[in-house]
């Protein structure tokens, strides 16, 4: 039997959750997810967002613990990825709302998705307002946070902020609240969902946040798309998205990367040496069943040097590296300095390779790397150290 969660008069919690979701599209979600969707009840009910089709039914039945589904007269699609649109077609056939309120790239991106063009759409851009009775809505485009049809819905009356993905979390909990759960551990899933989803878009982000500040929203409420509901931490949330998507980066250095026997693996050991020599913190992260790509990326999010290792293969990376690395050219680390490290036996061409992944990545090389043939001699290792000497030193400088 699943019930509503009540968020407070007239506005409740009737999403899923999703307790063993292990993998979303490539970013390993340890801890499950939820796919929030909220009812808000006046003289027009209104629905923000639906759940993945597979929950369909669940979310149907939520919505039936506080009224019967066919009254929802307004379907407020903030955000079309199908984590949060793949149950409309189900639940539109079967409620027949009024309206469907999204942007208009929303629209353009629910049609190619469903082909439903006889479904009733009702634009909407930033500054419009809905009024549902005592209540009103207003709308805020987030293009591209992180899809080009994203908004965000403002509840003035409640002073609540639905804000779709962002400030989202891949955390399944039985709770709603973020003062209901470990903040250590919200604060991290927050910081894994920044790194893997809304990075690239960084720069978008500090617009966004200056928006809300010039708007001068009163929010004390911020309900995302995942995880938990933002009440007394929204500062704290507002202030790591603010210094996530900020150029300026922390004195700390990730080095990640894989070995066939082990060459790369002292190598990659002594440039970590390096680093540490000079108080620069450093995460040294084997790929593959030790590390996955998107806890690299977690670590990568606020660090500012790259250091990326590889054996040689049939004259090419280890396939754990080249995942990582298309994985991250993917979101963009810019602003980072970095080096490359390889070993081969009879081929040295990695090297290169290595460095331009990285240089298609935005990090900037500091070095044009060390490869070396077979196993590491003494020579060698001092200088992976004097590599990693220079990469902080070049960290301390900033
Ligand atoms: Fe949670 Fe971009 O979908």
Not at 7 to 25: C, K, P, S, T
Request: aromatic share 10%.
């Amino acid at each position: 039997m699943n019930k509503a969660y009540k968020i407070r008069e007239d506005f409740h919690w009737v999403g899923v959750i999703d307790w063993n979701l292990r993998d979303f599209h490539g970013y390993s979600t340890e801890k499950g997810s939820t796919y929030n969707a909220y009812l808000l009840k006046d003289e027009k009910v209104v629905l923000f967002d639906t759940v993945k089709s597979p929950f369909s039914e669940e979310l149907m039945e939520r919505i039936s613990s506080v009224i019967a589904p066919e009254k929802i007269d307004y379907i407020v699609v903030n955000h079309v990825e199908m984590d949060h649109s793949s149950s409309l077609p189900l639940i539109i056939d079967r409620i027949k709302p009024e309206k469907i309120i999204c942007s208009a790239k929303g629209k353009e991106a629910l049609i190619s998705h469903f082909k439903r063009t006889d479904w009733p759409y009702h634009v909407v851009k930033t500054g419009d307002v809905v009024n549902i009775g005592k209540r009103n809505i207003s709308f805020l485009e987030t293009p591209m946070l992180h899809w080009p049809d994203s908004m965000c819905s403002y509840i003035p009356e409640e002073k609540i902020l639905i804000s779709n993905d962002i400030l989202g979390q891949h955390f399944a909990t039985s709770e709603r609240f973020d003062t209901e759960v470990d903040f250590s551990e919200l604060m991290c899933q927050n910081k894994k969902y920044f790194a893997n989803i809304i990075m690239p878009y960084s720069p978008l982000v500090q617009k966004l946040l200056k928006t809300i500040t010039d708007m001068k929203l009163d929010i004390q409420m911020i309900a995302p798309d995942h995880g938990l509901i933002w009440t007394k931490h929204i500062p704290d949330a507002l202030k790591a998205y603010y210094e996530w998507s900020s150029p300026k980066l922390e004195k700390k250095a990730v080095v990640f990367y894989d070995t066939m026997w082990r060459s790369t693996e002292k190598m990659a050991y002594s440039v970590t040496e390096g680093i540490r020599s000079q108080g620069v913190s450093v995460k040294m992260m084997k790929l593959g069943d030790d590390n996955h790509r998107s806890d690299i990326m977690t670590e990568i999010l606020d660090a500012g040097a790259v250091v990326v290792g590889s054996s040689t293969l049939n004259n090419e990376m280890l396939p754990h590296v080249a995942d990582m690395l298309t994985y991250m050219k993917g979101l963009k680390p810019v602003n980072r300095i970095g080096a490359a490290l390889s070993s081969y036996g009879w081929n040295p061409g990695v090297l290169k390779k290595l460095n331009t992944e990285l240089e298609a990545s935005g990090v900037k090389l500091i070095s044009e790397g060390i490869t070396v043939k077979y196993v590491p001699e003494q020579s060698d290792i001092e200088n992976c150290y004097n590599l990693g000497v220079k990469i902080a030193q070049e960290l301390n400088t900033k």
